[in-house]
């Protein structure tokens, strides 16, 4: 199944649940909420309030992209904020699989983040236990960044172990992904498309969002 997870980090801040909205009004079936802690990445985002302050707004499920240092001391107030799914970066992560499995304690679906210079290798270990392997397409930090085409070659691998293994984790591809790159994200494999400057604009967001989801799926049903 073919989702648009759309990032709210592109969105009007002063009108969120308009902007949520209007994305979903367009096809859009996950929220994007993307964290940053201003350590782990150059940038500031929002945290656990804001979760909060939406949770009510939709009914979409919540994916809460954790950019952050010590992802586990924040868990129970994502969970308590009512995300649906929480990942975390490999490269933050001491100890990973307890990371992961603190995660679904919490009754929420547990994703592995991959920066872009970390070998998918990184993650082959926690596979069976992952809901979603999370492929970042840029460096995390900020929106409209340039796609990083070696990405394609990396989600293709995933999705060739995935079958090999037998195993069913999706495959989510974050950065970059807009109407003219998110065919190759399809063929390669990914199925949870993060997009937020590409569907957020004044006056466009609903349409841009169907526009970008007719794109994908118009891949999915057609060979590379
Ligand atoms: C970047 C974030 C992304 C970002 C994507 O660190 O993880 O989710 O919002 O933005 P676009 O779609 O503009 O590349
Ligand atoms: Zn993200």
């Not at 649940?17 to 909420?33: C, K, N, P």
């Not at 707004?57 to 929480?86: R, W, Y």
């Not at 210079?117 to 999370?134: D, I, K, N, Q, S």
């Given at each position: 199944?073919?989702?648009?997870?759309?990032?709210?980090?592109?969105?009007?801040?002063?009108?969120?649940?308009?902007?949520?909205?209007?994305?979903?009004?367009?096809?859009?079936?996950?929220?994007?909420?993307?964290?940053?802690?201003?350590?782990?990445?150059?940038?500031?985002?929002?945290?656990?309030?804001?979760?909060?302050?939406?949770?009510?707004?939709?009914?979409?499920?919540?994916?809460?992209?954790?950019?952050?240092?010590?992802?586990?001391?924040?868990?129970?107030?994502?969970?308590?904020?009512?995300?649906?799914?929480?990942?975390?970066?490999?490269?933050?992560?001491?100890?990973?699989?307890?990371?992961?499995?603190?995660?679904?304690?919490?009754?929420?679906?547990?994703?592995?983040?991959?920066?872009?210079?970390?070998?998918?290798?990184?993650?082959?270990?926690?596979?069976?236990?992952?809901?979603?392997?999370?492929?970042?397409?840029?460096?995390?930090?900020?929106?409209?960044?340039?796609?990083?085409p070696r990405s394609i070659e990396r989600?293709?691998?995933?999705?060739?172990?995935?079958?090999?293994?037998?195993?069913?984790?999706?495959?989510?591809?974050?950065?970059?992904?807009?109407?003219?790159?998110?065919?190759?994200?399809?063929?390669?494999?990914?199925?949870?498309?993060?997009?937020?400057?590409?569907?957020?604009?004044?006056?466009?967001?609903?349409?841009?969002?169907?526009?970008?989801?007719?794109?994908?799926?118009?891949?999915?049903?057609?060979?590379?």
């Amino acid at each position: 199944m073919i989702e648009l997870a759309f990032s709210i980090l592109a969105a009007d801040f002063a009108h969120l649940a308009d902007e949520i909205a209007r994305a979903e009004r367009g096809g859009g079936t996950i929220v994007h909420v993307d964290v940053m802690d201003g350590h782990f990445v150059p940038n500031i985002t929002f945290g656990p309030p804001v979760v909060k302050a939406i949770r009510p707004v939709t009914k979409l499920p919540l994916d809460c992209h954790l950019m952050i240092e010590n992802p586990d001391e924040f868990i129970p107030a994502f969970a308590e904020a009512g995300a649906d799914m929480v990942s975390v970066q490999v490269e933050a992560c001491r100890n990973l699989n307890r990371t992961l499995q603190f995660i679904a304690d919490h009754k929420m679906l547990a994703g592995v983040v991959l920066n872009p210079a970390t070998p998918v290798e990184m993650v082959f270990e926690v596979l069976p236990m992952v809901h979603h392997v999370l492929v970042m397409s840029v460096n995390p930090g900020f929106g409209g960044q340039k796609f990083l085409p070696r990405s394609i070659e990396r989600i293709d691998h995933l999705r060739r172990v995935r079958q090999e293994q037998g195993l069913n984790f999706r495959i989510e591809v974050d950065g970059g992904i807009a109407h003219d790159t998110v065919a190759s994200v399809v063929h390669a494999g990914a199925d949870m498309l993060v997009a937020g400057s590409a569907i957020f604009a004044p006056g466009k967001t609903e349409h841009n969002a169907r526009e970008f989801l007719q794109i994908a799926r118009g891949a999915a049903s057609r060979p590379a």
